[in-house]
């Protein structure tokens, strides 16, 4: 008797749910880049070097320019697994370091009690940055 391999439908099952789960996980980011208006966002060759947190981050950033956000609305922004566990606002602090560290520790203003805004130095040097992929 010639029995069928169930290790390849198995391996299809395995596929298609972690399949789902990434579609889940961008739905989620794109609903929060949504939330924050930010869906037209692309990302340029100067963002390269930059992690998904760090470029939420500066996206939110030039989103309220010259408004200033607070931890919580930076933390709204950043993207996640959707997990209380990953909801940390230590990440906000990593990142902003992260950010600050690649693209110029004045890139981003702390306002003490306040929260963070784009220099004015940077918000004008983003308007002169290649933004695709061509330039």
């Not at 980011?29 to 037209?40: C, D, T």
């Not at 919580?72 to 600050?100: C, N």
Request: aromatic share 6%; proline share 4%; charged share 25%.
């Amino acid at each position: 008797m010639h029995q069928k391999p169930e290790r390849p439908r198995e391996r299809i099952a395995f596929l298609e749910a972690k399949l789902r789960e990434a579609e889940a996980q961008i739905g989620i980011l794109l609903a929060q880049l949504r939330a924050l208006n930010l869906e037209g966002i692309q990302i340029a060759p100067w963002m390269a070097d930059l992690r998904a947190q760090e470029i939420a981050l500066i996206a939110a950033l030039r989103a309220a320019y010259p408004r200033v956000l607070d931890i919580y609305a930076l933390d709204e922004a950043m993207p996640r697994q959707d997990r209380a566990a990953d909801r940390s606002i230590k990440s906000v602090h990593v990142a902003i370091h992260g950010a600050r560290k690649k693209l110029g520790f004045d890139a981003i203003t702390t306002v003490r009690g306040h929260g963070w805004r784009l220099s004015d130095e940077f918000a004008a040097r983003m308007n002169s940055l290649p933004t695709d992929l061509n330039s």
